[in-house]
């Protein structure tokens, strides 16, 4: 059974996020009821070297039969494509097609596909619609929604981009089926982030599931990459443009985990590992600094736990990742700033000096 949640915003840009089995083959289908679908003929799917080859055909397929004139485009696969090389060469390839401005691009992957060609939409003749299609637990239960999009510079992960909503979102979870574990503990890693930040009821529903959702489970799946789509719309649709501070609880656990991520040498972890790392960091660091709700750390490690994301394992000194955090996008006025949990479905983002830093980390790394 297929479900359909709504990310609403203003200037008639809502758009439908539809998740279930099998919703892949109805794309062309579901496209043709999106308002700003209705004058495509030309689309544009981009994917990856390890996607295309197992979704990409039954994509094409689906939207041919809605009329649509599907061409293609394939990334190498991982983070080290997420350049503006690699948008230019999609660029290229979208302008030596001849589409214009009636054109749409279709994002089939992962969230490196979803950022790089969102990002080409978002720029492409100053911007047509694209259409998300997640093949990652992350992608489905993150980044395929919300309309953040980017590019990789050298000196920085995701530091050109721009704000580009989709204009539908397909999550089709049998593409799942497929995943490494290794992605699939990533996913997990967001999902625990967006059930520690949301509510009780996402939270111990999650505590109860948790097990299961590691175990693959079917139906535990579907209901979490629901809940996180429902949680997400509703951040999103409160602070699209993340000015007025709400959309930063989706940076909990993130802090840390970047500078981990980054000290360990990209790829040693899955960001979503890092980022139960950084979770658990974040309660000794709440703890330290006002406190948190008393059984609050112990049900949080719990749920890490269960989710088999464990405390990670890396030789780096807390003037690395000390280094690392200063060097952060959401550092202001030169203090590195933390999404701070105080108990389940509450938080709030705050600088934190750096001696509490320190002191937080010289004992977190023993
Ligand atoms: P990814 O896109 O690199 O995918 C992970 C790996 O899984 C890749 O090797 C990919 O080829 C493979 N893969 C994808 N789907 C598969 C499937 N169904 N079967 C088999 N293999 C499959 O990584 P990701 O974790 O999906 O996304 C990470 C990216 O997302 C980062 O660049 C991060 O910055 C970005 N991100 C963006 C947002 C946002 O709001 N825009 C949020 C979180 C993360
Ligand atoms: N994944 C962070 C955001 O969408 O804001």
Redesign the pocket.
């Given at each position: 059974m297929a479900t359909k949640i709504i990310v609403e915003l203003p200037g008639a840009r809502d758009y439908a996020v539809r998740i279930g089995e099998g919703v892949i083959d109805a794309l062309g289908t579901s496209l043709r009821d999106v308002p700003s679908f209705e004058r495509v003929r030309d689309v544009l799917v981009v994917t990856?070297?390890?996607?295309g080859p197992?979704?990409l055909a039954r994509t094409k397929q689906a939207l041919a039969q809605a009329g649509f004139k599907p061409a293609d485009v394939t990334l190498p696969?991982?983070?080290d494509a997420?350049t503006l090389a690699v948008a230019g060469e999609v660029w290229s390839a979208m302008a030596q097609l001849a589409l214009g401005r009636d054109c749409a691009v279709i994002a089939l992957?992962?969230?490196?596909?979803?950022?790089l060609a969102?990002f080409v939409a978002a720029s492409y003749l100053r911007g047509v619609p694209v259409a998300q299609v997640p093949?990652?637990l992350?992608?489905m239960v993150?980044?395929s929604v919300?309309g953040?999009?980017?590019v990789n510079l050298p000196e920085g992960?995701?530091l050109v981009g721009a704000f580009h909503q989709p204009s539908f979102v397909c999550a089709d979870v049998s593409?799942?089926a497929?995943?490494?574990d290794r992605?699939w503990r990533?996913g997990c890693g967001?999902i625990a982030k967006s059930a520690v930040i949301d509510s009780d009821d996402f939270f111990f529903w999650m505590l109860d599931h948790a097990h299961d959702l590691a175990g693959r489970d079917t139906a535990v799946t579907a209901e979490a990459i629901q809940r996180c789509v429902v949680f997400k719309a509703q951040v999103v649709a409160r602070d699209e443009h993340e000015t007025s501070g709400v959309r930063e609880c989706l940076n909990y656990g993130h802090t840390l985990g970047h500078a981990v991520e980054t000290a360990s040498g990209f790829g040693t972890f899955?960001?979503g590992e890092a980022v139960a790392e950084g979770m658990r960091f974040a309660v000794e660091l709440a703890q330290a600094q006002g406190g948190v709700a008393e059984g609050f750390a112990e049900a949080q490690a719990e749920l890490l736990d269960a989710l088999a994301l464990p405390r990670l394992s890396y030789d780096a000194t807390a003037d690395d990742l000390m280094g690392i955090m200063k060097r952060d996008k959401k550092v202001r006025g030169g203090q590195v700033r933390f999404v701070l949990a105080r108990d389940v479905g509450q938080w709030e983002a705050t600088p934190v000096s750096d001696d509490v830093v320190r002191a937080g980390l010289a004992s977190w790394l023993g």
């Open positions: 990856d070297s390890n996607v197992l979704y696969a991982g983070e997420k992957g992962g969230g490196v596909v979803g950022d969102g093949t990652t992350l992608a993150d980044s919300g953040k999009t980017a992960k995701n593409t799942l497929t995943l490494p992605e990533c967001e899955s960001h």
